[in-house]
């Protein structure tokens, strides 16, 4: 036996690091694959290996940032304040399809 999922009411995404987010079954069901996600734990050691410190000065409050995530549209970070975690996500201004499209968009966050 089987089971399908005919009608869907609702959807409650629970992540990582406290990331719960309930979604839109219709965006659910028109979602497409993010390709940036086929290589991530690489993805996610060069944006720590490369920015983490850039974008810890840019939190002045932060004692340390470590990338958690990342898709085609952001990054989640762990931010440690003291004793004190929290999630915090910057967006990208284009969606990213590639490591590069990745750099490029947290290379122009740093910028700004």
Request: charged share 30%; hydrophobic share 35%.
């Amino acid at each position: 036996s089987y089971f399908v999922m005919s009608r869907i009411v609702d959807i409650l995404f629970v992540g990582g690091y406290g990331t719960v987010k309930w979604i839109k079954p219709e965006d659910y069901v028109s979602a497409e694959p993010d390709f940036i996600l086929q290589d991530l734990s690489n993805t996610i050691k060069t944006c720590n290996d490369k920015y983490s410190e850039a974008i810890r000065e840019m939190l002045p409050e932060a004692d340390d940032v470590v990338f958690i995530s990342v898709d085609k549209r952001g990054v989640e970070l762990r931010v440690r304040e003291g004793t004190e975690d929290s999630v915090r996500r910057l967006t990208f201004k284009k969606n990213c399809f590639t490591i590069q499209d990745v750099c490029t968009q947290i290379n122009d966050l740093i910028k700004e």
